[in-house]
């Protein structure tokens, strides 16, 4: 089992920029890929960002994911932020078998 807790969301205001952080408990061997997607009211669920031993992969040019193995720890790094940006973002670890999901964190951008 895969424990997975988001942190690092809140409210920033249109330009500014968040630091995400997915922090892993559990066994993590077996994770072949860790991701961020993001879910805004009344739209699916969309991949933001993944990474996996043969690199990343970030779908929007202002995210950049990162991963510190050390601390099982994953990071998304959004810059230049804009109000459609607000959702509520998830990390995901994906092993063979299984994806597992933290809660989620609030992303607010706003005026």
């Known amino acids: 089992q895969v424990q997975l807790v988001e942190s690092g969301g809140g409210l920033v205001q249109p330009g500014g920029s968040l630091r995400l952080s997915c922090a892993a408990s559990?066994?993590?061997?077996?994770?072949?890929?860790m991701a961020w997607y993001r879910q805004a009211p009344g739209k699916e669920r969309e991949l933001v960002a993944a990474?996996?031993?043969g690199g990343a992969t970030n779908y929007a040019d202002r995210f950049t994911i990162s991963r510190d193995n050390a601390k099982n720890t994953v990071y998304l790094q959004m810059n230049s932020l804009k109000p459609e940006d607000t959702a509520v973002y998830y990390c995901?670890?994906?092993?063979?078998?299984?994806?597992?999901w933290g809660q989620g964190t609030q992303v607010t951008v706003s005026s």
């Open positions: 990474i996996t031993s």
């Open positions: 559990g066994s993590i061997r077996g994770i072949v890929r």
């Open positions: 995901q670890f994906r092993s063979a078998s299984y994806n597992y």
